[in-house]
């Protein structure tokens, strides 16, 4: 069953954030036991994108110590804004080469690594800030000519190569199903991802560090989650309808 797409008002203040909060992680909760899992072995990534300091300042005090973002300048202004929170900052959406030097410097994990010229780059770039960054590989499960990603087949030659970069911290793999009112649609983007982790990490081990998959959005992360998500990245169910007038 899919998920509502968005929270069925703004949150504004720390209480209205942890009611949010609340109904996602019971939301987690009801789908991960549908399948016979433990919620805690799914970790919420809440995105913030368009979300202002005031209202994120509510959102960490109401328990939220994450936030993701797409666009890496909105991230930064962010991240330096709110250093006092000590809060972790992943960056989920495409990367370009000259942006690799500001997320090297500030971010914690980037989910949207599908070209060896970007890991290079940060590679280089953390060395010398002396700094180590989460990444997550992203596949095109759906195989939408609109959506990034490798193509399944390039996975593993493309998580090979990464085994040359020190400082990059591979976690697993990333995509995004179709947006769709059909569960079968949804759920076979999803299906193909773990599928694809789990024979890399029968026969490579190596190549997929901890095996994440990041995968379910605020419209269908409960279906992700009945089919092995360890990351959701929920905005509009958490934050509410975004507001891109700025």
Known sequence: MST??????VATTEIEFRKALDAVYENIAVAAERV????????LLPVSKTVSEERMRA??????????????????????????????????????????????????EFQALDR????????????????????????????????????????????EQLQEFENLQVKGLMTMAFHSDDETVI???????????????????ELIGDGELSMGMSNDYMIA?????????VGSAIFGERDYSN
């Open 116 to 159: 060896i010229r970007i890991a290079r780059r940060l590679d280089g770039q953390l060395k010398e800030f002396d700094r180590t960054l989460e990444v997550f590989v992203q596949v095109n499960a759906s195989g939408e000519e609109t959506k990034s990603g490798l193509e399944p087949r390039q996975v593993e030659d493309f998580l």
């Open 187 to 205: 759920r076979e983007s999803f299906i193909m991802l773990r599928d694809i982790r789990d024979d890399i990490r029968e026969r490579r081990p």
């Open 59 to 108: 959102a960490h005090a109401a328990g939220m110590a994450a936030f993701g973002e797409n666009k890496v300048q909105e991230a930064e202004g962010k991240a330096e804004a709110m250093s006092d929170l000590g809060a972790h900052w992943a960056v989920i959406g495409p990367l370009q080469s000259n942006k690799t030097r500001n997320v090297a410097e500030f971010a914690h």
């Open 225 to 233: 989650i009945e089919e092995g998500s360890t990351v959701v990245r």
């Open 4 to 9: 509502p797409e968005y929270a069925s008002s």
């Open 36 to 43: 016979g899992r433990d919620p805690r072995e799914i970790r």
